[in-house]
């Protein structure tokens, strides 16, 4: 079975930071394709960043770049979301995904609240 496992999440203030975590079982990262997607409340899905196992390329929506970071531990099979500066309008739901060809897998999400 392939599992992830998304943690991190929380209540913040404005400017704060926070990480979340991605753990997965049953895959190997340097197959797949990492990413976080987020959805606020009444909003559609949104990706935010992605790591590619294969090379470490990343990818960041323009909402985000020069606050977030994504990194991977190979070792422990786990990919990080760094997010400084947050805003109120990070707030939302925050989902880890790993893609490879037609095999997509999903975690559950974790709650990023940024109180103003």
């Known amino acids: 079975d392939v599992q992830l496992q998304a943690s991190g999440g929380g209540l913040v203030q404005a400017g704060g930071s926070l990480r979340l975590s991605c753990v997965a079982s049953g895959i190997s990262f340097d197959d797949y394709a990492i990413g976080w997607f987020r959805q606020a409340p009444g909003k559609e899905s949104e990706g935010v960043s992605c790591i590619s196992g294969s090379d470490g390329s990343t990818y960041y929506a323009d909402s985000v770049k020069g606050r977030f970071t994504i990194s991977e531990d190979n070792a422990k099979n786990t990919v990080y979301l760094q997010m400084n500066s947050l805003k109120p309008e990070d707030t939302a739901v925050y989902y880890c995904?790993?893609?490879?060809?037609?095999?997509?897998?999903w975690g559950q999400g974790t709650l990023v609240t940024v109180s103003s």
């Open positions: 995904n790993a893609a490879r060809g037609l095999r997509n897998y």
